[in-house]
């Protein structure tokens, strides 16, 4: 069978939290809960876990190992009693940690080869491998490396399917009949593995790119999680039962030989049912000693057992019940006699390279998930990056020395620091006591139960299996349930790179198929809803109000591509067709691209094939919300959008509807045949309308000539105010639109405006200043910008002749709302506060008119730029 392959940080693979993120594995302790703080006792005996194992509070991040040794170095040369306290508080833990050391070395570095053909009777050399890796991170993290003072290191033991998968290619590559090459290109490959790892892992935290891991879809992880589930619970059948993996298979026949076998039913049963028994315990109980204290109490039971009915242990040892080392008299260093590059088949080894990579890339997603993971439970602040590079030193000496992966272990670091191992002090006794058990070497493991193993190997694969389909089956989506399970099938009945490979293939499908579900288009509606946040008189308006009909504004978001770009590209041309366009005939087609992510080659060729059903209907797209340089920008010039007659494009969408409104206006003007605008327009200065022709019977043009004559061309002034002087004829185009505007009346109001010309670049007022009185704009085109709490953008407005400015300030002497420049040399009527105060008390009934006059424009106005301010985005 192929190997479900392993991944995910320890806090992903081992026990996933209620709430998706990375939890811890369970050692008897039930579901550990990131968020869960030190114990009281822990706290009041460590000043900081930013000290790193010294009582001086420091950064953490910024001790080398170098300062640490000296750090050392000093307490002892000072005095022993810190460092003697320091070291017996520290027992507890160390006897912890290197029970669960033992634990993880005997279940795991056993299982590190095959069990069956050439690499038979290797399980000690197993073990002894997983000692040396763990004490050489152990060291490495404990000397600084690690920002955690009491980091436990050990072995990754999710690699072991894939070291399975390549130790049995390279046997199928190199055959059998030559088992020296086939153990010796194992142990390079297996090397190999650590040195790419450590490199990679390295290179990931020197260029900061530790967050990226981030990014990859969750439920990958999690189907693969499981996969590797099924692959320890198959493991521990094999392991308990002495078949190699090879062996299994998914048949009839392998199930009677589990099953129907009572010897090999009752040689498998008695850990799967320990594993269950020890599920059950800490679902009721949670303390973090359960776990190791049930497995020693095991071997115990078993022994007496054992001695009370005087079983021969060589007997057991020949029936499965006692592992067979029949290498347990060599040396710990015996692994490295295994190495042998003149024997090494380099064809066979260069062949494990796409399970290698396969390998890696489940390596490097471990520490940026359990990293955070850690830090979170411990309350600790940590750099991710520093953490990574202490993973690339460890694994990188790790590979030169012949050993395997390695990685911090989320629950072995938080149930030590836990019961006392928060100091460096604890992590070197923790390195030292594991490496007695490397020097007593692999002899003992000759005298542990069988199924001690099997329980152990089962209760993990139970618990991540139990974590892929079961605590995420109300916490994923339909689809994300289906490639969970996809991958753990695949990774069961063909390999763990298959497996992988389909979960990506599928998460692709399943995304490109709910990303085309989702609409892109945010919004679509008329212009007369939205307008600019130009002032403009009120009879230009409301002609501008009657004839942005004409205009459709779309404005989508979200990625375009092949998936999501056919829906757009359906609703685009549905306001072309016959039936919607007799109702709604369009001259402008906005699209407002400012929350569009990016656009791929698809999307932008289809808003090619839209921009020529455009101009064969004389509409002009109007592009928003990107520059050239931008990503959007360069897609749609690829395919040469930006270049096409019809096509204007606009970095903001209220320049792109501003001047839109702009040629409405011009265009009225000129068929009106004037030699000149009678009115100033900001923004863009086109000289050609878009739309030129007088043909009258086309619906557009009529409705504009239509609207036009009801609105601008109405003649709101009383006769004889076109002769009448300044600013008199100013005053009749700011307020007619609301009210008749009387020169009698009015004339007691001149005197009180003082007429002034500012030239272009003068700044009337700032935000923040005190008001000083209002402004009547005859000519020029004044700017107001309007700067809001960072990060909101500042919101523009332009004033044109014929409008008011400062108004709102004036009337109520609050500060200044906005910042006023003069954008084109214009000429104002000022009417400041001291002559308002003199108006309202030589003339008061005027002064109520007048400013009731005033409160109508400005209500208008601020209405028009509320909107704008609320379909900005």
């Known amino acids: 069978m192929g190997a479900p392959m392993p991944i995910i940080p320890e806090s992903e693979s081992r026990s996933l939290s209620n709430d998706g993120s990375a939890g811890s594995r369970e050692r008897g302790t039930g579901s550990s809960n990131e968020s869960i703080p030190l114990l009281s006792d822990l706290e009041a005996n460590t000043p900081s876990y930013h000290t790193n194992g010294n009582s001086r509070p420091q950064a953490v991040g910024k001790r080398s190992a170098k300062g640490v040794v000296k750090g050392v170095v000093l307490r002892i040369s000072t005095g022993s009693g810190p460092l003697v306290k320091d070291a017996l508080r520290s027992i507890p833990a160390v006897i912890l940690g290197t029970l669960l050391n033992i634990l993880d070395g005997i279940s795991y570095g056993m299982i590190i080869f095959p069990a069956a053909g050439v690499f038979t009777g290797l399980g000690g050399v197993g073990v002894s491998m997983f000692f040396v890796s763990a004490i050489i991170t152990q060291l490495i993290y404990s000397a600084g490396a690690s920002g955690f003072a009491g980091a436990n290191g050990s072995m990754m033991i999710e690699v072991v399917p ?86 299994f298979s998914l048949s009839l026949e392998t199930f009677k030989f589990f099953v129907l076998n009572m010897h090999n039913l009752v040689m498998w049963l008695p850990a799967f049912l320990l594993a269950v028994l020890l599920r059950i315990i800490t679902h009721k109980w949670e303390h973090q000693l359960i776990f190791p204290i049930y497995f020693c109490i095991i071997p115990a039971i078993f022994y007496i057992v054992v001695a009370a009915a005087r079983i021969d242990l060589g007997g057991l040892r020949d029936a499965g019940w006692l592992f067979d080392m029949s290498s347990s008299n060599e040396p710990w260093y015996y692994f490295y006699s295994l190495f042998d590059f003149r024997a090494t088949d380099w064809g066979a080894f260069w062949a494990t390279m796409p399970t290698q990579f396969a390998l890696l890339f489940f390596n490097i997603l471990h520490p940026p998930l359990n990293v955070p993971a850690l830090a979170v439970s411990l309350n600790h602040d940590v750099d991710t990056d520093k953490e990574l590079v202490a993973h690339g030193y460890s694994n990188l000496l790790a590979g030169l020395i012949g050993t395997v992966p390695n990685y911090l272990v989320y629950v072995n670091t938080l149930l030590f620091y836990r019961v006392g191992g928060d100091t460096r002090i604890a992590g070197f006794m923790l390195a030292g006591a594991t490496t007695i058990l490397l020097l007593v070497g692999t002899g003992p493991i000759a005298y542990i139960p069988v199924m001690v193993v099997g329980a152990l190997i089962f209760v993990l694969g139970i618990d991540l299996v139990k974590e892929a389909l079961w605590d995420t089956r109300h916490r994923v989506s339909n689809s994300e349930y289906i490639t969970i399970a996809s991958i753990m099938i695949c990774m069961t009945v063909w390999d763990f790179v298959t497996g992988v490979l389909f979960g990506i293939v599928v998460s692709c499908i399943f ?104 101009a064969g209907k004389k509409v002009v797209l109007v592009l928003c919300g990107f520059t050239v340089d931008s990503s959007v920008g360069r897609a749609l010039n690829n395919v040469g959008l930006l270049e096409m007659d019809g096509v204007e494009l606009f970095e903001t969408f209220s320049d792109a509807v501003e001047w839109t409104e702009n040629t409405y206006l011009r265009a009225w003007f000129r068929a009106q045949k004037a030699e000149t605008l009678p009115v100033a327009l900001p923004g863009r200065q086109d000289d050609v309308i878009p739309f030129p022709g007088s043909v009258v019977d086309s619906p557009r043009r009529a409705a504009l000539l239509d609207a036009g004559w009801r609105t601008i061309a109405r003649d709101h002034s009383p006769p004889g105010s076109q002769d009448a002087p300044e600013p008199f004829n100013t005053l009749v185009r700011a307020f007619s639109s609301y009210e008749s505007i009387d020169r009698d009346t009015y004339a007691p109001l001149i005197p009180y405006l003082k007429r002034m010309p500012v030239p272009a670049g003068t700044v009337l007022w700032r935000q923040g200043d005190a008001p000083d009185g209002l402004y009547i704009v005859e000519s020029g085109i004044l700017r107001a910008t309007y700067h809001f709490a960072d990060p909101t953008p500042p919101m523009v407005e332009s004033m044109v002749p014929g409008t008011i400015a400062g108004e709102l300030s004036a009337l109520s002497g609050l500060e200044r709302n906005a910042t006023c420049v003069v954008e084109r040399a214009a000429v104002v009527w000022k009417l400041s506060l001291e002559d308002l105060a003199r108006l309202e008390e030589d003339h008061p009934e005027l002064a109520r008119a007048f400013t009731r006059l005033v409160l109508k424009v400005a209500k208008l106005d601020y209405d028009i730029l509320i909107t704008a301010l609320a379909t900005r985005q």
């Not at 790892?197 to 189907?223: D, K, Q």
């Not at 092949?562 to 306001?575: D, K, N």
Request: proline letters at 2%; hydrophobic letters at 50%.
């Open 162 to 247: 894939f070291f399975h998968l390549i130790a049995n290619q390279i046997a199928d590559t190199v055959g059998e009949e030559n088992p020296h090459a086939v153990i010796a290109t194992t142990m390079v490959a297996f090397a190999f593995s650590s040195i790419l790892t450590g490199f990679t892992f390295f290179l990931l935290g020197a260029l900061r790119l530790g967050s990226l891991i981030g990014f990859f879809p969750r439920h990958i992880l999690v189907g693969c999680i499981g996969g590797v589930g099924v692959f320890l619970v198959i493991t521990g059948l094999t392991v308990s039962t002495r078949i190699s993996d090879d062996d």
């Open 511 to 614: 995304f490109v198929v709910q990303s085309s579900q989702r609409r892109s288009i945010r919004a679509l509606h008329t212009g007369d809803s939205v307008m600019s946040t130009v002032r403009r008189p009120g009879a230009h308006r409301a002609y501008l109000r009657d004839v942005s009909k004409q205009t459709t504004i779309v404005r989508l978001q979200g990625f375009m591509f092949f998936g999501t770009i056919t829906h757009v590209e359906e609703a685009l041309r549905a306001l072309l067709e016959d039936h919607a366009w007799r109702r709604n005939p369009i001259r402008f087609l906005v699209l407002d691209l400012a929350l569009v992510a990016g656009v791929d080659m698809s999307a932008a060729e289809a808003f090619v094939r839209v921009q020529r059903l455009l």
